[in-house]
């Protein structure tokens, strides 16, 4: 059994072996300790170290392999670029990664599934089931990963919690949050999606946020966009500083300077610029031109306001056009309401009620033939049946039905009873 082999330059091929070293040419180890090629390609299966300096390393079953230039390949291994691997470092060349913890490529490729960490400086990086997927100049492709991080390329993140971009395009499936510095970020059924400068497309999202480009948000809580156009569908707010604004089915609509356009929303508020709304509840432009359709209010400072079928429509100058506004709040069908029904029987009654209780104390206090009925009903207690009539009888008034319409007895009343009451 061969303990050692060494060779300057040529070629090495070892069974079984302790350590194995060789200068230049090419390495072959199968079972042994460790495979060290300078320059060359090294081949170990099952041995404990590969090492190459510029080539190509190919480990299989290997506690480590490392490639300085090259290519580096490990499978089962502990430390490399290989299948259920620990660890993976690539300084120029390309790393692949299955199941391992780290894959890390200064310059070149990094290919990353189900593992823990892969970054690479600049390249590409794709990353499948992994926590972390960082590259720093390059493309990178996340897949159901915790993170996604390039600096400068292309960032595709899939079912992942964070994908970031400085500069490049992101897209986002389904993560928590997707930002883009400058580039375009596109994120679906994501809690964020910012982008600084660029595009930022979010579909079924909480918030879209954008610097400087185009945001376009659908089925979002949020959509901001500090510059550029923002897009948002059946979203709680579409917030543009300048630019446009297209809102639908949205509960708010704003937009600084530029147009802002929004469809069965609740409010749509442009301060310089053209601000169309439709089926919305209110529409407020600060300056320039106002349409609302089937709006609850539309509000115009400066400009003109064209208002269809809206309950307020208030204008500070310039010229009104009206459509259809002659009575504001008038019904179409010209139906009442079961309480405006009652309220106006009520009026009725109480209206009827106090007229002819009017009309009876009028009566009352303006008949002249009340002395009539007074001097008819009553009658003195001293003109009874018989000779001197009922004398000395106190004279006490007897109730009759027209007591209501007698009067005080008048002095005259008094004189004449006194005559007949005489001697």
């Known amino acids: 059994m061969i303990s050692s082999a060494i060779n300057p330059s040529g070629t090495s091929t070892s069974a079984n072996t302790g350590p ?82 780290s894959s890390t490529t200064s310059t070149g490729a990094s290919t990353a599934t189900s593992s823990d960490s892969s970054t690479t400086s600049s390249e590409a990086s794709t990353a499948t089931s992994s926590d972390s997927s960082t590259p720093s100049s390059g493309a990178s492709t ?89 897009t948002a569908t059946s979203s709680d707010s579409s917030t543009t500083s300048t630019g446009a604004s297209t809102a639908t089915s949205s509960e708010s609509s ?78 179409p069908g010209g139906s009442l309401l079961p309480w405006e029904i009652f309220l106006i029987t009520l009026v009725s009654v109480v209206a009827a009620v106090g007229l002819f209780a009017g009309l009876f104390f009028c009566v009352r206090n303006s008949l002249s033939l009340r002395n009539i009925f007074n001097t008819a009903v009553y009658r003195p207690h001293g003109l009874g049946p018989g000779p001197g009539g009922n004398r000395g009888a106190p004279h006490r008034p007897r109730w009759s039905p027209n007591w209501f319409w007698r009067r005080p007895v008048s002095s005259i009343a008094m004189e004449m009873s006194g005559r007949n009451n005489g001697p």
């Not at 390393?57 to 490990?74: D, F, Q, V």
């Not at 994501?190 to 909480?206: D, H, I, K, M, V």
């Not at 929004?262 to 442009?270: G, K, Q, V």
């Not at 208030?314 to 009104?320: A, Q």
């Open 20 to 101: 194995t070293v060789t200068s230049s040419g090419i390495s072959t180890v199968m079972n042994s300790g460790p495979s060290v090629t300078s320059s060359g390609a090294s081949t170990a299966t099952n041995s404990a170290s590969s090492t190459t300096s510029g080539g190509a390393s190919t480990a299989t079953n290997s506690a480590s392999s490392t490639t300085s230039g090259g290519a580096s390949t490990a499978t089962n291994s502990e430390s490399s670029t290989a299948t259920s691997s620990e660890f993976s470092t690539t300084s120029s060349g390309a790393s692949t990664a299955t199941s391992s913890d």
């Open 142 to 230: 996340a897949t159901s990963s915790d993170s996604s991080t390039p600096s400068s390329g292309a960032s595709t993140a899939t079912s992942s919690e964070s994908s970031t971009t400085s500069s490049g395009a992101s897209t986002a499936t389904s993560s928590e949050s997707s930002t883009t510095s400058g580039g375009t970020s596109t994120a679906t059924s994501s809690e964020s999606s910012t982008t600084s400068g660029g595009a930022s497309t979010a579909t079924s999202s909480e918030s879209s946020t954008t610097s400087g480009g185009t945001s376009t948000a659908t089925s979002s809580e949020s959509s901001t966009t500090s510059g550029g156009a923002s």
């Open 254 to 331: 704003t937009t600084s300077t530029g147009a802002s356009t929004a469809t069965s929303s609740e409010s749509s508020t442009t301060s310089g610029g053209t601000s169309t709304v439709t089926s919305s509840d209110s529409s407020t432009p600060s300056s320039g031109a106002s349409t609302a359709t089937s709006s609850g209010s539309s509000v115009t400072s400066a400009g003109s306001g064209t208002p269809t079928l809206t309950g307020t429509h208030t204008t500070s100058h310039r010229v009104i056009t009206s459509a259809s506004t002659a009575v504001s709040g008038a019904k």
